[in-house]
């Protein structure tokens, strides 16, 4: 069984950056389509953005492009989340998700396998 880690959150003013990092315990090595997710209370849990395997091929979404990036360190077994330009609409929890099932879709939470427990991203304005 996968579980993943997540840390790197934390409270920042609006315009800050903020690095997040995922990682399995418990599992030797991981190769898979690793993705971030967000989620606030009473709303439905948003893809952020994907990672493929092989780290060559990405995907955002549209409300965080040009200011995320997603990356993976496989030899770290590491998967992180560049935040900058941070405003107080990205405030969430957010989640390191991890195997995409075949043909699914990046962006919809139940198309991926694993799950963290999440990190608390807090923007003030």
């Known amino acids: 069984q996968v579980q993943l880690v997540e840390s790197g959150g934390g409270s920042v003013q609006a315009g800050g950056s903020l690095r997040l990092s995922c990682a399995p315990s418990?599992?030797?090595?991981?190769?898979?389509?690793m993705a971030w997710f967000r989620q606030v209370p009473g709303k439905e849990r948003e893809g952020v953005a994907v990672?493929?395997?092989?780290?060559?091929?990405?995907d955002y979404a549209d409300s965080v492009k040009g200011r995320f990036t997603i990356s993976r360190d496989d030899a770290a077994n590491t998967v992180y989340l560049q935040m900058n330009s941070l405003k107080p609409e990205d405030t969430a929890m957010y989640y390191c998700?991890?195997?995409?099932?075949?043909?699914?879709?990046?962006?919809?939470?139940?198309?991926?396998?694993?799950w963290g427990q999440g990190t608390q991203v807090t923007v003030s304005s």
């Open positions: 998700a991890a195997d995409l099932r075949y043909g699914g879709i990046w962006y919809l939470p139940t198309d991926f396998v694993y």
């Open positions: 418990g599992y030797a090595y991981i190769r898979h389509s």
């Open positions: 990672i493929y395997i092989g780290g060559s091929n990405t």
